[in-house]
């Protein structure tokens, strides 16, 4: 996980290459109050290669099992998702997706955005750049990133978690913890 402060957020991250120095942490220190069955996402992508993928991985998080749930919404989102070109670099690291916030005493205090790197993911197949935003979802949850080889989609390598694990859901490791916070 990338965990840098900027003007003041938090941001989270997948990586497009192995991250030896990233910090990984079961959790990020921060997550939604309230019910979290009334959560809001608005879909802030600019075409349907973004907007497709977004839509499925809200689905994937809202499964049955789930503590918690995304109703769309055009405004007054908890979480916003959108995809951007950052460039090759974020503070210095490969990354294709990003999740950024601010938080207080372990509360959200603004939206949340869980954003593509259009840098790097323009150019995954559309099951790729669902990995990535199911990842960075996860993020908003506030589940942090694992390190390793371990088959999670809250592994924080692409090449590992899709590559190699083929993982474009979550699994169910990465919903009990996601359930334990909500
Ligand atoms: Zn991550």
Redesign the pocket.
């Known amino acids: ?1 990338l965990r840098v402060a900027v003007s003041g957020a938090i941001i ?3 990586f497009v290459a192995f991250q030896s120095s990233a910090s990984a942490a079961e959790f990020t220190g921060c997550r939604y109050a309230g019910n979290a069955n009334s959560l809001k996402w608005a879909n802030l992508t600019t075409r349907y290669e973004y907007s497709n993928p977004a839509q499925v991985a809200i689905a994937a998080w809202n499964s049955a099992s789930t503590h918690f749930n995304f109703t769309n919404v055009n405004s007054g989102a908890n979480l916003n998702v959108a995809d951007q070109n950052f460039g090759q670099y974020v503070e210095g690291a490969a990354i294709d997706g990003l999740t950024s916030w601010r938080c207080s005493s372990g509360y959200y205090t603004e939206t949340v955005t869980s954003s593509w790197n259009r840098y790097y993911t323009d150019g995954y197949p559309g099951i790729e750049r669902k990995s990535v935003i199911v ?1 960075e979802i996860g ?1 908003a949850l506030g589940l942090g ?1 694992i390190e390793g080889s371990a088959c999670v989609i ?1 592994n ?1 390598a692409t090449p590992t978690r899709y590559g190699a694990c083929g993982l474009s859901e979550p699994q169910p490791t990465d919903i009990a913890r996601a359930n334990s916070l909500y």
Do not use: K
């Open positions: 996980m989270s991250a997948s990842h993020h990133d809250m924080g």
